[in-house]
């Protein structure tokens, strides 16, 4: 059974939050600042983190980055709506995936859900490696490799570059990759996609400002080119 790391100083948000994680199956640990959080962290490895990025103490963004300089642990933050600049940059720092304030628990559950078996699952496209430039996608070991060196990369990072590399020259809009890499639809949204894009251009590409593998097509999306 998968354990979820609530991170929120409000009760209410924390306790609505549990009461649909645990009707979904999952146990919970809960934290109310962000140094309570990183002790949890610390004392065990739970299995997602929903992570609110207004925290006394030490702040959801801090505690964003404190994670991802130890694991790949799956994170889903929460802003404030209209925070636009707290979301970009949590999703900068590796963050997974987002929800605004006030948001659908039931949402919440449902990404949780998806996050939790992109996790679980094997890896599809199991057999030959695939290869471009320097760089090696093991989809068995969930592991890329740029000349010869491991990257350290988040779950959808993995999941993004793999749903791309295994569907060469094919322009996907924003929508389309929300929807086949995050497992739902987001015509409001398509913030998540580009940063992750652009995350894994800088650790990819050899120049991540003129890209030759992740290409912007402009007016329809992105496409991979081997």
Same mark, same amino acid.
């Given at each position: 059974?998968?354990t979820v790391?609530?991170?929120d100083?409000?009760?209410?948000?924390?306790d609505v +939050? !549990?009461?649909?994680?645990?009707r979904? @199956?999952?146990?919970? $640990? /809960?934290?109310?600042?962000?140094?309570? &959080? %990183?002790?949890?962290?610390?004392?065990?490895?739970?299995?997602? +983190? !929903?992570?609110?990025?207004?925290?006394? @103490?030490?702040?959801? $963004? /801090?505690?964003?980055?404190?994670?991802? &300089? %130890?694991?790949?642990?799956?994170?889903?933050?929460?802003?404030?709506?209209?925070?636009?600049a707290?979301r970009?940059?949590?999703?900068? $720092?590796?963050?997974?995936?987002y929800?605004?304030?006030?948001?659908?628990?039931?949402?919440?559950?449902?990404?949780?859900?998806?996050?939790?078996r992109?996790?679980?699952?094997?890896?599809?496209?199991?057999?030959?490696?695939?290869?471009?430039?320097?760089?090696?996608?093991?989809a068995?070991?969930?592991e890329?490799r740029?000349?010869?060196?491991?990257?350290?990369?988040?779950?959808?990072?993995?999941?993004?570059?793999?749903?791309?590399?295994?569907?060469?020259?094919?322009?996907?809009?924003?929508?389309?990759?929300?929807?086949?890499?995050?497992?739902?639809?987001?015509?409001?949204?398509?913030?998540?996609?580009?940063?992750?894009?652009?995350?894994l251009?800088?650790?990819?590409?050899?120049?991540?400002?003129?890209?030759?593998?992740?290409?912007?097509?402009?007016?329809?999306?992105?496409?991979?080119?081997?």
């Open positions: 059974m998968s790391l609530v991170v100083d409000e009760p209410i948000v924390r +939050v !549990v009461r649909y994680l645990e979904d @199956g999952h146990k919970t $640990l /809960e934290a109310a600042s962000g140094d309570e &959080a %990183r002790r949890l962290l610390e004392l065990g490895s739970p299995s997602l +983190v !929903v992570l609110d990025v207004m925290l006394p @103490g030490l702040s959801g $963004l /801090e505690l964003c980055r404190w994670i991802r &300089a %130890r694991s790949d642990l799956p994170i889903v933050m929460l802003t404030a709506r209209g925070e636009e707290d970009i940059v949590g999703l900068e $720092l590796g963050a997974d995936d929800l605004t304030k006030p948001f659908s628990p039931r949402e919440l559950a449902v990404r949780v859900r998806n996050l939790m992109r996790t679980a699952e094997p890896a599809r496209g199991e057999g030959q490696p695939i290869a471009f430039g320097d760089v090696v996608i093991d068995t070991a969930r890329v740029k000349g010869g060196e491991l990257l350290r990369l988040t779950l959808k990072e993995f999941d993004l570059l793999r749903f791309f590399a295994s569907n060469p020259r094919q322009v996907f809009s924003r929508n389309q990759l929300m929807d086949r890499v995050w497992g739902y639809e987001s015509a409001l949204d398509t913030g998540t996609v580009t940063v992750h894009v652009r995350r251009r800088k650790k990819i590409e050899q120049d991540a400002a003129r890209p030759r593998h992740l290409e912007t097509v402009f007016g329809a999306g992105y496409r991979f080119t081997p």
